[in-house]
């Protein structure tokens, strides 16, 4: 089993910076840790991710802005967030890959608005 725990978020003016932190608690060898966030009426979207092996990628939306880094000892995920933009405000959610299953936390509000 494995167990997502999300901190970090709020309201923030445009131009403004934010941090979200991850947790994945477990026994097991996590692969992929990813967020991914989901705006009122929209599907759930990839905001960037970190393979296993180290690889990153960004959707194109939030590329030079956003920075993800990864702990693997301690399976946590911290994504940067700056330059934000009222586009930005979405219920972010991290996830955590094991064995072909996705677990999540549950969900951390980002309000970018003046």
């Known amino acids: 089993q494995v167990q997502v725990v999300e901190s970090g978020g709020g309201l923030v003016q445009p131009g403004g910076s934010l941090k979200l932190s991850c947790a994945a608690s477990?026994?097991?060898?996590?692969?992929?840790m990813g967020w991914y966030r989901q705006a009122p009426g929209k599907e759930r979207e990839l905001v960037a991710e970190?393979?296993?092996?180290?690889?990153?990628k960004y959707a194109d939306s939030v590329l030079g802005r956003f920075t993800i880094s990864r702990e693997n000892v301690k399976n946590t995920l911290v994504l940067q967030m700056n330059s934000l933009k009222p586009e930005d405000t979405a219920v972010y959610f991290c996830?955590?890959?094991?064995?072909?299953?996705?677990?999540w936390g549950q969900g951390t509000q980002v309000t970018v608005s003046s």
């Open positions: 996830n955590a890959q094991w064995a072909t299953l996705d677990f």
């Open positions: 477990t026994i097991f060898d996590i692969e992929n």
């Open positions: 970190v393979t296993s092996d180290g690889t990153i």
